[in-house]
Every structure is written in structure tokens, then in C-alpha cells.
């Protein structure tokens, strides 16, 4: 089965850094795009940042000039650089994969959730 884990959440103080990772597994063909959302307490969640098989990338304007989403295509992986953190960062950062899935010559198109990581910014 297919399957995406994210890594790398965690307790920082205002201003400091986090990189999250998050890494696709299973009978993968190929990767069509990758992202990230994130959702705080009593808000919906929201596009963070995405990146496409060809590195094609967006990003939300709230995060803009401070995140980087970047893949290793070998690894099936995308990162999520966070620097300059503030506060309303704060949130669960789930990853997304569009993926194509292979098994006995039949393709499949499907999105796959990550579990979910917390990221919270002090003051």
C-alpha cells in the first residue's frame, strides 16, 4: 500500500527555523505534485505551499519569502524549509501526495494524507 509520513514538527521560539519532511512509500510510478496544508485550532486548513513534478512551485501569501517547499525526487520526498517563524505559524502541518500507483500493470491516480505534524511558535 501507498503511504505518506511526515517528520520534523516540533516547539520553536519566534524567529527560529524548522524543516519538515515528508516521504511517499509503496508501489509509487510517479509523483505528480506534492504539498503541504496546515490547519490551527478553529480554522479550516489551508494550502501552505506545493510543488509540482516539473518544480513548479506556490505558496500561500501569509508564508511567502519565509517557506521553502523543495523535492528529492530519489527519495520520494518533499521538504518544507521554515524560517522567520511567527507565532500564527503555529498549526498541524499535514503533507499531500498526487501520485500514480502501480500494481500488476494497473495504474492509479489517487491523493494520499500524511498523518499530520504539530508546529508551534512562542512568542
Known amino acids: 500500500q501507498e503511504q505518506v509520513v511526515e517528520s520534523g514538527g516540533g516547539l520553536v521560539q519566534a524567529g527560529g527555523s524548522l524543516r519538515l519532511s515528508c516521504a511517499a512509500s509503496?508501489?509509487?510510478?510517479?509523483?505528480?505534485?506534492m504539498a503541504w496544508y496546515r490547519q490551527a485550532p478553529g480554522k479550516r486548513r489551508e494550502l501552505v505551499a506545493s510543488?509540482?513534478?516539473?518544480?513548479?512551485?506556490n505558496y500561500a501569501d501569509s508564508v511567502k519569502g519565509r517557506f521553502t517547499i523543495s523535492r528529492d525526487n530519489a527519495k520520494n520526498t518533499v521538504y518544507l524549509q521554515m524560517n522567520s517563524l511567527k507565532p500564527e505559524d503555529t498549526a498541524v502541518y499535514y503533507c499531500?501526495?498526487?501520485?500514480?500507483?502501480?500494481?500488476?500493470?494497473?495504474?492509479?491516480?489517487?491523493?494520499?494524507w500524511g498523518q499530520g505534524t504539530q508546529v508551534t511558535v512562542s512568542s
Open positions: 499531500n501526495a498526487d501520485l500514480t500507483a502501480r500494481q500488476m500493470g494497473i495504474m492509479t491516480v489517487k491523493q494520499y
Open positions: 510543488i509540482t513534478s516539473r518544480g513548479s512551485t
Open positions: 509503496g508501489n509509487i510510478f510517479s509523483i505528480n505534485s
